[in-house]
């Protein structure tokens, strides 16, 4: 098992770009999580899907960040356009759903963004 | 909504010895689950330790332990014989069983543990 895999793990970009950042859960996962990690703010949930589907989205700063999960073993976080506060890490996260099961997550290695 | 408060932005242990650290939730539910999350400077998150509300018996997992009071809505990490590469940020975290929407983790801000010879 590889885990759940992050791209790009460092992203360097300039204000007004747009950013993508990519995630393959675990296999067999089917809860998605998005994270975004400063030290300002700490863990926040951006958005999480079951099934492909978009549970919680309320986490998502405003309307320059958008998420998709086309399918079981891809989803994406985009940032458009890229301003200098949207700097941080960005974890991806999978777990199984299963009701009674006490299950954490998987996280991925992150995404380090830098908008300079 | 739940919240997870972890009042001590940094602790030291020399090695070998044991700390404890604090990690307090604010729920109105009766059913849920309770981590701790390591987070070394490679950033990776590594899950520790897991506890179920349900359960009365504090999990353990070989030097880590936790104490979970399920009245005073406290969940302490206790790591026994310090290792230098137990160094890290120590996450508290907090989620509610599956069942329609209520699935997320709730993180705490996190103790940055040093560890010194």
């Known amino acids: 098992d590889a885990g759940v895999i992050q791209s790009p793990r460092h992203e360097v970009t300039e204000m007004g770009q747009e950013v993508t950042l990519r995630c393959k859960p675990i296999s067999g996962h089917n809860s998605l999580f998005w994270y975004r990690q400063t030290m300002m703010r700490g863990l926040e949930l951006l958005i999480y899907?079951?099934?492909?589907?978009?549970?919680?989205d309320s986490g998502m700063p405003e309307d320059r960040f958008s998420a998709k999960m086309p399918n079981a073993s891809f989803s994406t976080l985009k940032i458009q356009p890229s301003e200098p506060r949207d700097s941080a890490v960005y974890f991806c996260a999978s777990s199984p759903y299963r009701v009674l099961s006490p299950y954490g997550y998987t996280f991925g290695s992150g995404t380090r963004l830098t908008v300079v | 909504a739940q919240t997870v408060t972890q009042s001590q932005p940094e602790m030291s242990v020399q090695e070998a010895e044991t700390v404890t650290l604090s990690c307090t939730y604010d729920t109105s539910e009766s059913d849920y689950y309770l981590f701790w999350y390591k987070q070394p400077p490679s950033r990776q998150m590594i899950l520790v330790i897991r506890?179920?509300?349900?359960?009365?018996q504090n999990a353990t997992e070989n030097r880590f332990s936790v104490n979970f009071q399920k009245a005073a809505k406290s969940f302490s990490l206790k790591i026994s014989d310090s290792q230098l590469g137990d160094a890290a940020m120590y996450f508290c975290?907090?989620?509610?069983?599956?069942?329609?929407?209520?699935?997320?983790?709730?993180f705490g801000t996190g103790t940055r543990l040093q560890v010194t010879l």
């Open positions: 506890q179920e509300a349900y359960k009365q």
């Open positions: 975290a907090y989620r509610s069983p599956p069942g329609g929407t209520a699935s997320k983790l709730t």
């Open positions: 899907f079951n099934n492909n589907v978009p549970i919680d």
